[in-house]
């Protein structure tokens, strides 16, 4: 198990440095730079700037270097001065940046994960073991509502309807009064009344996908014959049913870890934006419009990076739960 | 029907009715199906697939799904021993399948061996974990330590090498033998009065299969256990069985104790079973295989269902009327008009062979 591990830890080296070119490339992509989106803007505003005056700004921002040269830059500080780059257009660096920011995303993520667990795997095996019933059809018409009705209309017609019935603007982290206050427990308090909001939006937004695949998963499992030699075994229905096909059917929805939290993150740009909360998805977004390119590379190869440890992380779970995928990692070795 | 005494009957099936009631139309799995089971003694039931010979099996054992099965009529009754040395009589029929009651039965009175050795353990649990579980429930004041010793030994007696590692492998580490022997100890593990044996061999090759069917004709004698062995293989269930009983269509065609039914078939559909497998001993003859196919199983018959196929038909008789019960000698009953005395049988001029 530990050498699994060690493994498939030494596997992810290449994958990281080549998730960096990549992130790397996609800012380099588009045409022009922060210099001369900076340009831009002030020959908009009516400013001229002269030539020398240009080219002082590119000089003194290192764009006229080649872009190799540049990526072997920005990659020395992060590998060895854990420094992701400066933000043009905050005037700060990422790494602060980043700090005040990541933290809540993470929290909102992952929050949002464990509350589309809680609801859609008992609703999964609800419907799992009572297919066809009242219950299992209402079930899957709500699930069908979640998985269709788009994330930022949710946020904006709850919003508003919260709003309406309690005059609680559920909008931002921190009511105003709170907003310049140090934390304290009534600040506290007022922050987890405002994530309740996105967090069910957000989690909501995987529940539906999440019930199908419970769903499915347990039903094909229930008709296997494990579970009837289990029975013939005399052994309680319900304890049969949580120790054998459930156990089995959580194997799909654990790989899926790996994989729902890019999902989460998209997901959860939109409801920032619209909720107005302080996650890095609203900073990528202006990020890029700015081309602030260190910023925005840097939050594309941390949210890659991850979803590369989420990956690992439910492979790992995964060879813990059965021992069917730590016999064929012994073989392999 | 012998009746060797109220001691040793253990089971009494009667008038059995078992109906699949499924989206396409209704399945008449079983139908007026009824058998004796005695202690120390093998019944061996032969059919088709679809023949309801599994679901017979299955009733007994409570484990028919339902829905969207449904037991419409019959009786299972299972003379329980009781702490006491007395016979207390249960009609299983009559319980709720997934009550405390009907638990006790299943795994500790009667054991059953599935006939997919790869699929019938989780793959997730040891196989001591999975055996070790059903002599817990069981067996009274066991503990882990104690159900743990005991699946040890369970897996020496089923021939299993380093039983005292086996208990600790996972299914996929076990041949598909080693995990049907497997599934024997886990089936034997409480001491069950009967062992229901679901085509247990039908997945293995055939040195397995002789080494699997030695060792459960050594377990019963050893433990005096009856055995219900369910096949498709005649050579195997005359191999194994004492008496037997022959299912078609969820009717039982013939039944008689195995000598018999192998030497004197009365039934055509028999007949024709026994001329479609070639014979290592004899004469090399041509394989007379039985035309056309089951019916389909939704169908609903007036008279009887192997009237289609069947080479000694009486037109008028067999497709007009189900076929009675008939005695024809002492402990040998069949399912035929052929054996009537009031059908006019000279009139139509089909009978013999």
């Known amino acids: 198990m530990v050498a699994y591990i060690v493994r498939r830890s030494v596997m992810l080296i290449p994958i990281l440095l080549l998730i960096s070119l990549v992130s790397f490339a996609i800012i380099e992509l588009p045409p022009g730079d922060w210099v001369t989106y900076q340009i831009e803007n002030l020959r908009a505003s009516g400013i001229e700037l002269n030539e020398d005056e240009a080219e002082r700004l590119v000089k003194m921002y290192g764009f006229d270097q080649p872009a190799w040269k540049r990526y072997i830059r920005w990659m020395r500080g992060i590998l060895f001065k854990f420094n992701f780059g400066w933000s043009f257009q905050w005037g700060k660096t990422v790494n602060e940046l980043l700090g005040e920011r990541l933290p809540l995303t993470l929290l909102v993520s992952i929050s949002a994960l464990i509350v589309s667990w809680i609801i859609a795997i008992p609703i999964g095996i609800y419907s799992a073991t009572h297919q066809y019933s009242v219950l299992d059809y209402i079930f899957t018409f709500f699930g069908f509502l979640g998985l269709t009705i788009p994330t930022f209309l949710l946020a904006m017609v709850l919003a508003w309807y919260i709003f309406k019935l309690t005059e609680f603007a559920p909008l931002g982290l921190f009511s105003i009064e709170y907003m310049d206050e140090p934390m304290s427990m009534e600040k506290f308090i007022d922050m987890l009344k405002h994530l309740v909001l996105p967090l069910i939006i957000i989690g909501l937004n995987g529940t539906g996908a999440l019930i199908r695949v419970m769903r499915g998963n347990l039903l094909d499992e229930l008709k296997k014959q494990y579970v009837i030699t289990a029975r013939a075994k005399g052994v309680n229905e319900m304890q049969l049913l949580f120790k054998y096909p459930v156990r089995m059917s959580m194997n799909p929805v654990i790989s899926t870890i790996g994989w729902i939290l890019p999902g989460i993150f998209s997901g959860e740009v939109l409801v920032s934006l619209v909720l107005g909360l302080q996650t890095t998805g609203p900073l990528l977004l202006r990020a890029v419009l700015a081309q602030d390119m260190f910023l925005a590379g840097s939050i594309v190869m941390i949210l890659s990076v991850l979803t590369v440890l989420g990956t690992l992380l439910s492979d790992i779970l995964l060879a813990a739960l059965d021992p069917r995928i730590r016999y064929s990692a012994a073989a392999a070795r | ?353």
Not at chain 2, 199 to 207: F, N
Not at chain 2, 257 to 273: G, K, M, N, S, V
Not at chain 2, 330 to 346: E, I, K, P, S, W
């Open chain 2, 1 to 353: 029907m012998s009746d060797t005494g109220r001691g040793d009957l253990l089971l009494e099936v009667r008038n059995l009715q078992v109906h699949f009631y499924l989206f396409e139309g209704v399945v008449q799995a079983v139908n007026d199906v009824s058998f004796d089971v005695h202690r120390g003694r093998t019944l061996g039931i032969i059919g088709e697939s679809g023949s309801g010979k599994s679901v017979s099996a299955q009733s007994v054992m409570g484990i028919v799904p339902s829905p969207p099965a449904k037991q419409l009529a019959g009786e299972i009754r299972l003379h329980r021993a009781t702490p006491d040395g007395g016979i207390e009589t249960v009609d299983l029929g009559r319980l709720d399948p997934r009550g405390q009651e009907y638990r006790d039965v299943r795994g500790g009175e009667i054991g059953m061996i599935f006939q997919e050795p790869m699929t019938s353990f989780s793959p997730l649990h040891t196989v001591g974990d999975q055996i070790g579980e059903a002599i817990l429930l069981h067996i009274p004041d066991s503990t882990p330590q104690s159900a743990r010793e005991r699946t040890v030994d369970l897996l020496r007696r089923v021939g299993i090498p380093r039983p005292d590692r086996a208990v600790d492998a996972y299914p996929h580490e076990l041949s598909g033998g080693m995990r049907q022997r497997a599934m024997i100890a886990m089936a034997l593990s409480c001491d069950p009065a009967l062992l229901i044996a679901d085509e247990p061999t039908t997945a293995l090759d055939v040195t397995i299969e002789a080494q699997i069917l030695e060792l459960i004709q050594e377990l019963q004698d050893d433990l005096n256990m009856a055995i219900i062995y369910i096949s498709h293989d005649l050579a195997v269930v005359g191999g194994v069985a004492d008496e037997v009983m022959v299912m078609y269509l969820g009717l039982v065609m013939e039944h008689a104790d195995a000598e018999t039914i192998f030497d004197e078939p009365l039934h055509p559909y028999t007949r024709a079973l026994w001329q479609s497998i070639p014979k290592i001993d004899g004469p090399l003859e041509q394989l007379v295989p039985i035309s056309g196919n089951i019916p389909n199983p939704f169908a609903v018959h007036k008279g009887c269902p192997f009237y289609a196929r069947c080479t000694e038909r009486i037109q008028g008789v067999c497709d007009e009327s189900p076929p009675p019960v008939l005695e024809p000698r002492q402990g040998h009953t069949v399912r035929c008009f052929l054996y009537a005395d009031d059908v006019d049988l000279a009139s139509n001029g089909a009978a013999g062979d």
